[in-house]
C-alpha cells in the first residue's frame, strides 16, 4: 500500500516537508470517499515520488476542522509545504492523473516569488 494514514501528529511534518504531498480526506461512511480511495490508491502506485497520505475526517476531526473541511472526499495538494489545490468532490482517475502532471509542472521558483510579492505589498483596502 503506498498511502499512508496520517495524525495530528504528523500533519504539518508532512505537509511541510520538499516535495509534493497529496491529502485525501475521507471517512468510512462516505460513499464517494469509497469510490475514490481505489482511484487514489492506483494514482499513488503509479507516482512513487509523492507523498499520498490519508486522513479519516471521523477519527481526526482536530485536523479537519482546523482546515474547514466541509465537504468529502477533499483533495489537498502541497508542495514544498505549499499549498497548491485544494477541492471536494471524487476525481476519476484521468482527471486525478492530469492535476498530478500540472502539479509537477508547476515552476515553484515562481509560485514562491508571487508570494513573496504579494507579501511585501501594501493592502489595496487602505
Not at 482511484?39 to 481526526?60: H, L, W
Not at 476525481?91 to 513573496?116: N, S
Request: some cysteine; overall charge negative; glycine content about 6%.
Amino acid at each position: 500500500m503506498a498511502t499512508i494514514d496520517l495524525t495530528s501528529d504528523a500533519f504539518e511534518k508532512t505537509v511541510t516537508a520538499d516535495g509534493i504531498v497529496m491529502v485525501d480526506f475521507w471517512a468510512e461512511w462516505c460513499g464517494p470517499c469509497k469510490a475514490f480511495g481505489p482511484v487514489y490508491e492506483a494514482a499513488s502506485e503509479k507516482n512513487p515520488d509523492i507523498t499520498f497520505a490519508k486522513i479519516d475526517t471521523e477519527a481526526q476531526q482536530e485536523i479537519a476542522g482546523a482546515l474547514e473541511i466541509r465537504s468529502i472526499p477533499t483533495l489537498m495538494i502541497f508542495r514544498d509545504g505549499i499549498q497548491l489545490f485544494s477541492q471536494p468532490g471524487a476525481l476519476p482517475g484521468h482527471a486525478l492523473d492530469d492535476l498530478i502532471d500540472q502539479v509537477k509542472a508547476i515552476d515553484m521558483d515562481e509560485v514562491r516569488a508571487e508570494i513573496a510579492k504579494q507579501t511585501d505589498e501594501p493592502s489595496d483596502a487602505d
